[in-house]
């Protein structure tokens, strides 16, 4: 008998035309199921949180994926930010997320019917 109890599925909400979860390991595509189901450690400042979505998800419509507000339109999630100092602001919050290292999100998401 397992003495764990079973965990209960979480829903969380994705637009239908972001890409599937890739594989662990495998690089970044935009889905968007890691921001979306708890904040990074950048995101628990930036959303004051350290569970559910995070603030700086953000859509992109033109390229159909989700990206990091932090490091693609800072200003856009903290206005008070000099505009001298976004472009250092980008680069720690790429290093912060691990942009372009790959999924490390070991979590099974699955499309709704």
Same mark, same amino acid.
């Given at each position: 008998?397992?003495?764990? &109890?079973? @965990?209960? =599925?979480?829903?969380?909400?994705?637009?239908?035309?972001?890409?599937?979860? =890739?594989?662990?390991?495998?690089?970044?595509?935009?889905?968007?199921?890691?921001?979306?189901?708890?904040?990074? &450690? %950048?995101?628990?400042?930036?959303?004051?949180?350290?569970? !559910?979505?995070?603030?700086?998800?953000?859509?992109?419509?033109?390229?159909?994926?989700?990206?990091?507000?932090?490091?693609?339109? =800072?200003?856009?999630?903290?206005?008070?930010? =000099?505009?001298?100092?976004?472009?250092?602001?980008?680069? %720690?919050? @790429?290093?912060?997320?691990?942009?372009?290292? !790959?999924?490390?999100?070991?979590?099974?998401?699955?499309?709704?019917?």
């Amino acid at each position: 008998m397992n003495s764990h &109890p079973r @965990a209960t =599925p979480r829903v969380i909400r994705l637009r239908s035309e972001a890409p599937p979860m =890739p594989a662990i390991g495998q690089p970044c595509n935009g889905c968007g199921v890691c921001c979306a189901w708890a904040p990074c &450690p %950048l995101g628990i400042v930036v959303s004051g949180r350290r569970q !559910g979505r995070c603030r700086a998800l953000r859509w992109d419509a033109a390229q159909r994926l989700y990206r990091c507000a932090m490091v693609s339109q =800072p200003r856009r999630v903290w206005p008070w930010w =000099p505009r001298w100092a976004e472009p250092a602001l980008r680069r %720690l919050a @790429a290093r912060w997320i691990w942009a372009a290292s !790959g999924c490390d999100a070991d979590l099974a998401a699955e499309r709704a019917a």
